[in-house]
């Protein structure tokens, strides 16, 4: 077929962009499945945060990647982040473009393909950048003398989750060989103690975030041993974040879950149930003994399953739970007293709330028994 004739397929959305909201949930014209967020919870998930971070005297720098929208960017902002964090060069891009003139973009970047496609932010002085090697940085560095203008750089430290980072002995040696590179300068250090998912108790999680920040301050003492001037110290996670404070030495916090959470956060003990903004709508398209087959598979949930809540359970049915998923099924166990017929809409709760953000062109605001607002996931799939 000739490009000329080959027809427009447009995003299929849960709700036609010609449909004026408000509309009811049960709406007829809305289908599933659908992401809803309710706009209570969010507003009141945006303030919480913003009031920790003021209370802990630590600057807010929420993570991105959790909601992937401007608008709810720009609802951070407003109650006070300082600024964003993203992981991907597509964020970075995304949210430059929509007004955010502090970015700090926490991955190690590598390549020209991507480097390139950061020169207009390093040239507006909007980004800081994220390294544990000299590899990488020698590919900032050529990024900011082509640019134009120095690029502010965090050293990654492991604090134990083990993925990237340097051990924090190593600060001073790598801190000073990158900070002689033309265009960088070394201004901070930054980690993610992602492995507070894998403990267990609410004071395993506080040990954690503890030695998040011990390592942090031994890297601090290497870094400036070595004459590096330590301004930033980036850490703390939905989990973490609550046990850090300026005391410690905390300069900011990157908290990204936070903002819908999910029921990986309920079982860490950062939120609680009535603090989950976003559900799933789905749609009861099947019925068989004890079981009820809805509309939303692992295309849409993720195969994401955790030990206490297996790939999740509907809101208003806590006792039921998603026993198994293909990729457009979902298999949800009923309870013996429970009873759902074909058509009936059903509100799923999400394991893993970024991931299910990434894949969605849009997503629903909800008040009370309504979608009243359209919120566009303005980074979705800016994976590259
Ligand atoms: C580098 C970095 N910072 C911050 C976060 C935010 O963590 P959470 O979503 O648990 O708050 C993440 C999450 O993956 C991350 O990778």
Redesign the pocket.
């Known amino acids: 077929m000739s490009s000329a004739s080959a027809p427009t397929i447009r995003p299929a959305l849960p709700l036609d962009p010609a449909i004026d909201v408000p509309i009811a949930l049960d709406d007829p014209r809305l289908a599933t499945p659908a992401l809803l967020v309710d706009l209570d919870i969010l507003d009141s998930n945006v303030r919480r945060m913003a009031a920790l971070s003021r209370r802990a005297g630590v600057a807010l720098r929420p ?1 991105a ?2 909601h992937k929208s401007l608008a709810i960017a720009d609802q951070q902002i407003e109650a006070g982040a300082v600024g964003l ?1 993203v ?1 991907t060069v597509g964020e970075a891009e995304t949210f430059f473009a929509g007004g955010i003139t502090d970015l700090t973009l ?2 190690p970047i590598f390549g020209e393909s991507k480097l390139r496609r950061l020169r207009d932010m390093v040239a507006a002085g909007v980004l800081t950048m994220v390294t544990d090697s000299y590899e990488i940085a020698e590919g900032y560095s050529r990024l900011a003398v082509d640019a134009g203008h120095d690029i502010p750089v965090l050293l990654e430290i492991d604090t134990g989750m083990h993925r990237v980072g340097i051990p924090p002995e190593h600060a001073g040696t790598l801190g000073s060989s990158i900070a002689a590179l033309p265009g960088l300068q070394v201004v901070g250090l ?1 980690t ?1 103690a ?1 492995h507070a998912h894998d403990v267990h108790t609410q004071p395993e999680i506080a040990a954690v975030a503890r030695n998040e920040a011990r390592l942090l301050a031994d890297a601090r003492y290497h870094a400036e041993q070595a004459g590096l001037e330590i301004t930033v110290v980036s850490a703390g ?3 973490t ?1 609550p046990y850090l404070t300026a005391a410690d030495g905390i300069t900011e916090i ?5 903002i819908l959470n999910d029921l990986r956060t309920v079982t860490c003990y950062a939120c609680t149930p009535d603090q989950l903004a976003a559900s799933m709508l789905t749609t009861v398209v099947s019925v068989g003994p004890g079981r009820a087959v809805f509309d939303a598979g692992n295309k849409t949930l993720t195969p994401t399953r955790i030990e206490q809540h297996g790939f999740g359970y509907p809101r208003e049915i806590p006792d039921a739970r998603v026993s198994r998923l293909s990729e457009e099924h979902g298999v949800l166990q009923l309870p013996d007293d429970e009873h759902l017929c074909v058509g009936d809409r059903v509100r799923m709760l999400p394991i893993h709330i ?1 991931v299910w953000m990434d894949l969605q062109h849009e997503v629903y605001g909800v008040a009370g028994s309504q979608i009243v607002s359209r919120i566009s996931v303005d980074a979705m799939r800016r994976s590259i």
Do not use: D, E, Q
């Open positions: 993570h990647k959790s964090c992981a926490a991955y930054l993610h992602g996670s939905t989990l974040a990157r908290p990204g879950t936070y970024c």
